[in-house]
């Protein structure tokens, strides 16, 4: 992917999202980031690269909040973006880490809610340790309000460390009424999927979305090593704050989470005829609602790492 450095305008961008775009950058040059680099991507979206000291970068699209890419030194991926992604505002970007926000689905409105097919802004950058840490910023707007009419403020925050990268998604109601929500981090790993395997998910109650995703089949997970043999997807409830995924191309990444209290699996099989022998999700997910009074907050962390 091209990477273009875009010091203070930037294109395709509406005009709140220039001035708080801006604003960000100049700051980041005044408070010198090391390591916070605005770029254009695919398709002339903006995105944020993040590079750590230790030669690890990942690159995020504010179109979606979507982290795309988590590269370890020496570049491996170990996120993974469909070939058939676009990157033209048309529809989410398939692939990386996706927010599904505020409805996981299926339900009331569309699949996956609004959260990954609207710009989010940079609100700040830092250095923590020396490693790179932005926080981008979702708020309603009226295209959220015309599905889901509540105000709401999301803060992501996103660091990258040598071995890793972690997560923090704060929801505030910053509405006069309270409202409930389900969602998800829709990770895509890269993965060879007939050598793919997660570790940690034994005794979980399922709801197996295999026939029917509107009526899910109830059970309880016996396998000590879960296996992608075909299509599968499937709600493991009250998972483990730590899985293993064994991507099948010799990494094993520890998934850790706090207040992610589900876990979902998910591998298309020949749905995805293209490409689905490359990746496979293990998502970190809230399927239970969490309802926040007006002010309440509600934060979950993630933190993927190379074992
Ligand atoms: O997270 C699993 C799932 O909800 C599946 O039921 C399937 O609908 C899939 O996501 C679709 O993912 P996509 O990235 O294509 O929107």
């Known amino acids: 992917m091209a990477s273009v450095s875009i010091p203070l305008s930037l294109p395709n961008l509406n005009l709140r999202r220039v001035n708080r775009f801006s604003g960000m950058a100049s700051a980041s040059a005044n408070r010198a980031t090391t390591g916070v680099k605005i770029t254009e991507g695919v398709g002339n979206l903006p995105r944020v690269v993040l590079t750590s000291p230790h030669g690890s970068e990942a690159e995020i699209y504010l179109y979606g909040g979507c982290l795309t890419s988590w590269k370890l030194p020496g ?50 950058s830092e250095n923590v340790e020396g490693d790179p840490v932005v926080t981008l910023e979702l708020k309603d707007e009226p295209y959220s309000r015309a599905m889901w009419d509540f105000g709401f403020q999301a803060l992501y925050k996103v660091m990258l460390n040598a071995k890793s990268v972690s997560t923090e998604l704060k929801i505030t109601n910053t509405d006069s009424k309270p409202f409930s929500f389900t969602t998800a981090l829709h990770t895509y790993f890269s993965a060879a999927v007939t050598g793919a395997s997660v570790k940690g998910l034994k005794g979980c109650k399922t709801l197996n979305k295999d026939p029917d995703p509107k009526n899910p089949l109830e059970g309880q997970e016996e396998r000590d090593v879960v296996t992608f043999p075909g299509f599968v997807d499937c709600i493991y409830l009250d998972a483990p704050a730590e899985l293993h995924l064994d991507n099948g191309l010799g990494d094993v990444i520890t998934i850790k989470n706090s207040n992610w209290t589900d876990t979902v699996l998910w591998n298309p099989h020949l749905q995805i005829e293209a490409c689905y022998k490359d990746f496979v999700c293990v998502e970190n997910a809230k399927i239970g609602r969490v309802h926040l009074e007006p002010s309440e907050s509600w934060v979950a962390t993630q933190q993927l790492s190379l074992s």
Request: glycine share 12%; charged share 20%; with cysteine.
């Open 75 to 124: 570049g491996k991926d170990l996120l993974f973006v469909r070939p058939d992604a676009v990157f033209d505002k048309k529809k989410p970007i398939s692939g990386g880490l996706p927010h599904c926000f505020p409805q996981f689905g299926p339900g009331a409105i569309q699949q996956h809610g609004f959260a990954r097919n609207m710009d989010w802004s940079v609100v700040n």
